[in-house]
């Protein structure tokens, strides 16, 4: 055509939003995704879960272990039919908290298989995964716990039986010797 000096043809594509879940606390989860929305900076260090949502949430096969100190079956967040054990030597056997204090293991249990778009709490990074807690350790008190190294090795062999391949303990453990005083003469 006479005076056109440039043209594109008009392509048709589509395309598609990340997914961001309506679970309250979702943008609070840096780890997961940064939360703007909150003022943090943005430096990309996470998970990029949004990205990788789109791609897979996970499957039911999958086993994920949270060994810690009791995971709250009941909780909102938690998938349906948890399955679990205690390798301590207290405690109802299915790797529920049983004082004040065990909370932690909930909280872990959930960054990894929160329900999603529940309208509550968070959304975890694999909530089609599923979930077996495994209480190893003893809360004492809000910051500290006990454990025996006995405890974590019946913990792996309960894994191992279940077929699970996938584990989390996110407690820095290890023999650490008794402090001792040398007497020089």
């Given at each position: ?37 909150l003022g943090f900076s943005s430096s990309d260090i ?85 979930l077996h807690a495994v209480r190893c350790y003893l ?23 279940a077929g699970i391949r996938i584990t989390n303990n ?16």
């Open positions: 055509l006479e005076g056109v000096r440039f043209a594109e043809p008009d392509l048709c594509f589509s395309g598609s939003k990340l997914h961001h879940p309506n679970d309250a606390r979702f943008f609070e989860i840096w780890g997961h995704h940064q939360g703007l929305q996470d998970m990029d879960a949004p990205e990788a949502w789109d791609l897979s949430r996970g499957n039911p096969a999958i086993k994920v272990a949270v060994l810690d100190d009791g995971v709250q079956h009941d909780h909102p967040d938690m998938p349906f039919g948890l399955a679990g054990a205690d390798t301590t030597t207290e405690g109802p056997g299915d790797g529920s908290p049983i004082n004040a204090f065990d909370n932690h293991g909930t909280s872990v249990a959930g960054l990894i298989v929160g329900r999603m778009d529940n309208a509550f709490g968070m959304a975890g990074l694999a909530p089609d995964c599923s809360s004492t008190s809000p910051t500290s716990f006990i454990t025996m190294s006995s405890w974590t090795v019946a913990a792996l062999s309960y894994c191992e039986t996110s407690v820095v453990l290890g023999a650490q010797p008794a402090a001792t005083t040398l007497k020089y003469d």
